[in-house]
């Protein structure tokens, strides 16, 4: 079975950065699709961005285009997301996840697309 941890989260002010690791193991990570989704309190989980087994195509929500970047590093077992220009509404337990089922992934934006998932990391963006 897979297994996700992601760190990176912490405390800063709006308009700074944070990068976001999330290490996988127990599974052949470039065999799976991989995506960051959050979840502020009191509100649903929702998508952040996805990114391609391979890394060649990636899918955001249009609130975040243009401030963060999904990546991976196969080599490394690592997905990252590199979260610049922060802001308050930004504040949210961010978890990745990953599954091996292979479907667009301009489609793979619901907690239900995804079958594994990490313990999440804790952002808090302060105005």
């Known amino acids: 079975q897979a297994q996700l941890v992601e760190s990176g989260g912490g405390l800063v002010q709006a308009g700074d950065s944070l990068r976001l690791s999330c290490v996988a193991s127990?599974?052949?990570?470039?065999?799976?699709?991989m995506a960051w989704f959050r979840q502020a309190p009191g509100q649903e989980r929702t998508f952040v961005a996805a990114?391609?087994?391979?890394?060649?195509?990636?899918n955001y929500v249009d609130s975040v285009k243009g401030r963060f970047t999904i990546y991976r590093d196969n080599d490394l077992n690592t997905l990252y997301l590199l979260m610049n220009s922060l802001k308050p509404e930004d504040t949210a337990v961010y978890y990745c996840?990953?599954?091996?089922?292979?479907?667009?992934?301009?489609?793979?934006?619901?907690?239900?697309?995804?079958?594994?998932w990490g313990q999440g990391t804790q952002v808090t963006v302060s105005s």
């Open positions: 127990g599974r052949t990570f470039s065999d799976y699709d």
């Open positions: 990114i391609t087994r391979g890394g060649d195509n990636a």
């Open positions: 996840a990953g599954e091996r089922a292979s479907r667009p992934i301009s489609a793979m934006v619901r907690v239900g697309d995804y079958t594994y």
